[in-house]
């Protein structure tokens, strides 16, 4: 997905939260993998479905008389996404503090591990 196409609202980010936890999902499961107050009417949690296949980030393939919609990117690709689209238009020195703010919020083992992730993709950046 080259152009981030930004989740927008509680319930769309529900939704997608939803479908990132089950893989894939007809409308009804989604609706009943939502949190309560967000499990609206059938018609409601299918229309945030169409507009988020729409948007590019579902897609959707029928079965039966209905869909099953699917992530066309995973939550950590999202939220990578989401992080460098916000942080490109600062400056370097802003983004070091907004990312060491974010690092130094992870607890001891999550700091292994996120170096660890880091190591491999700077591998990936160098094959």
């Known amino acids: ?7 927008q609202g509680d319930l769309q980010t529900q939704v ?3 479908l990132w936890r089950l893989g894939a999902g007809t409308v009804e ?14 018609n ?17 393939e029928r079965e039966g008389r209905g869909y099953v919609y699917k992530p066309r990117l995973s939550e950590a690709d999202y939220l990578s996404g989401t992080i460098r689209h916000t942080l490109a238009g600062a400056s370097i020195d802003a983004r070091r503090a907004a990312l060491a703010s974010i690092i130094g919020g992870l607890g001891p083992g999550e700091l292994g591990r996120i170096a660890d ?11």
């Open 44 to 60: 409601t949690v299918q229309t945030v479905l169409n507009r988020l296949a729409e948007r590019g980030l579902l897609e959707r």
């Open 16 to 18: 997608m939260s939803a």
């Open 29 to 42: 499961q989604v609706r009943s993998e939502l949190p309560s107050r967000y499990r609206g009417a059938y």
């Open 117 to 127: 992730l880091a190591q491999n993709a700077s591998a990936k950046r160098g094959a």
């Open 1 to 7: 997905m080259d152009e981030l196409t930004p989740i």
